[in-house]
């Protein structure tokens, strides 16, 4: 594959003065353009040991306006983020729309060397590049422009460097231990890198091969890449939105089949505050001793709650967290996201706030958000809510496969008691803040959520993070259950 690379020329200092004025003109243009829109760009550099992947983004940085860009090298992983899933760390680094990140190191880096060195299986490899390559779909889907390069270089020209820059002062210091190895290593990890650009290089996001040996050609080609792809992008993100807007139809409210799995739920399950009382102590007991060994291990627990308004969420989640040390979990509230929060892909925002090992994240809301109030007030595209059901799926395997719990209950009451919660609500004075004018809308919409809520349930009930339907018309009822279900997978995965 790298053989078809096509090769770079020479270019004089005269000709490289002549044209560079024109590369940076055109590459200020598209940035500016950029930052205008709702797109944003991530630059991924990748290349052979000293193909220049440094000084390539050394000069995007000075042809470009500094204040839309902000570059990110990914080295060794910090103890911080050890603490969280790998993509953690690149999640974070994301640009909002309008601007540009260029990742030193990617996503890409160790799955890469791993394989050079023997230190992955080929099938394991193979696997982690299409769920990259599933990453990048989603999103490119989301507004993200990602474009890859990689500076190739031929194993005869990779040598000619390294001697050229041990004979320079500068260039002796520019040359790493690393960068020897990976030299030395140079078939196993060309063999490497042309797998990963022949599984990767999607019509969303193709890699962008560019022949290094010659520094002036590399540098000013990438930039005129670089160029031509937010052009592009951006052209095709203007026509998309005009042919969206001419066919976006008034959100129209799904109907709930007669037999769904909320319906065939018994709803008169119920305790006496007695029984209650005597369930509910051993089980916080257990919860406490759980809780700690959750602390002293490497995994962590994420609990999320769904289900109508006035389901009983919160009360269900206090009980939860009585008996917890308050520096082993944190509640979000999830509400309606900010701007920063729109400026980045959907699921940034919850990236950012996942749990450190050795601790728990509870989630009054969620991520599920997209397809249900979302979908059914008509906030966003039907292509987007969707679309979401795979995403939030490899999200959630995401966290499992990092060691982490994943537990999601929907607290379900009829329409019947959730009106009686609601007049209680309004005669209550310290409750009155839980109402709403958007609660009784949503409740107008009844059938709607419980279809969205049945589809939801079928497609993002997985065997690695399926959902827990919990009757909720009696409190007491739900919130022992919701703790039974909470302690018995903690015990299970922390083999207590």
Not at 2 to 13: P, S, T
Not at 253 to 279: H, Y
Request: aromatic share 8%; net charge positive; charged share 30%.
């Amino acid at each position: 594959m790298f053989e078809a690379v096509e090769l770079g020329i020479a270019i004089d200092k005269k000709s490289y003065a002549r044209e560079l004025p024109r590369v940076r003109e055109a590459l200020l243009a598209a940035q500016r353009k950029l930052a205008a829109s709702n797109q944003s760009c991530l630059v991924l550099i990748g290349g052979e040991a000293v193909a220049g992947k440094g000084e390539t983004i050394d000069s995007l940085l000075a042809w470009t306006d500094a204040r839309g860009v902000r570059v990110h090298t990914f080295l060794d992983r910090t103890q911080e983020e050890k603490q969280h899933p790998p993509a953690w760390r690149f999640w974070r680094a994301l640009p909002a729309t309008g601007h540009t990140a260029i990742f030193f190191g990617s996503w890409y880096t160790r799955p890469l060397v791993e394989r050079a060195y023997r230190e992955s299986s080929n099938s394991d490899f193979d696997r982690e590049l299409r769920h990259i390559a599933e990453l990048e779909r989603m999103l490119s889907a989301e507004g993200v422009l990602i474009f890859k390069v990689w500076l190739h270089l031929s194993r005869k020209a990779q040598r000619e460097r390294i001697e050229k820059m041990r004979d320079d002062e500068l260039g002796r210091t520019r040359i790493t231990p690393r960068d020897l190895r990976d030299a030395r290593n140079y078939h196993p990890f060309r063999a490497a890198a042309e797998q990963m650009v022949r599984i990767t290089s999607t019509p969303e996001s193709p890699w962008q091969l560019v022949d290094a040996e010659h520094r002036r050609y590399r540098n000013l080609t990438v930039a005129r890449l670089l160029t031509q792809a937010i052009e592009q992008r951006l052209q095709a993100a203007a026509s998309a939105a005009k042919a969206a807007k001419r066919k976006r139809p008034a959100p129209k409210l799904p109907v709930p089949p007669k037999e769904n799995l909320l319906s065939q739920l018994d709803l008169t399950r119920s305790l006496t505050g007695a029984e209650a009382e005597a369930q509910l102590r051993p089980l916080q007991a257990r919860l406490s001793r759980a809780s700690r060994a959750l602390n002293e291990s490497k995994r962590s627990a994420i609990l999320l709650f769904e289900g109508p308004d006035a389901a009983g969420k919160g009360g269900a989640i206090r009980r939860l967290t009585d008996p917890m040390d308050a520096r082993i979990y944190q509640v979000h509230s999830v509400v309606a996201p900010t701007e920063e929060e729109l400026a980045h892909p959907y699921l940034w925002r919850f990236w950012r706030d996942l749990p450190r090992r050795g601790t728990m994240t509870i989630y009054d809301r969620s991520w599920y958000g997209r397809v249900l109030v979302e979908r059914l007030e008509g906030f966003t595209p039907q292509e987007c809510w969707q679309r979401a059901y795979g995403e939030i799926n490899a999200f959630e395997e995401n966290l499992v496969e990092a060691g982490a719990l994943v537990l999601k209950f929907w607290l379900a009451i009829s329409p019947r008691e959730q009106l009686r919660r609601f007049k209680s609500r309004q005669l209550t004075p310290y409750k009155q803040y839980k109402l709403g004018p958007e609660d009784w809308r949503n409740r107008e919409k009844w059938d709607g959520y419980e279809a969205a809520a049945c589809d939801m349930f079928e497609k993002t009930s997985t065997e690695r993070a399926p959902w827990h339907l919990i009757p909720a018309d009696d409190k007491k009822w739900a919130r022992v259950h919701v703790l039974k279900r909470t302690v018995h997978a903690l015990e299970k995965m922390l083999g207590l």
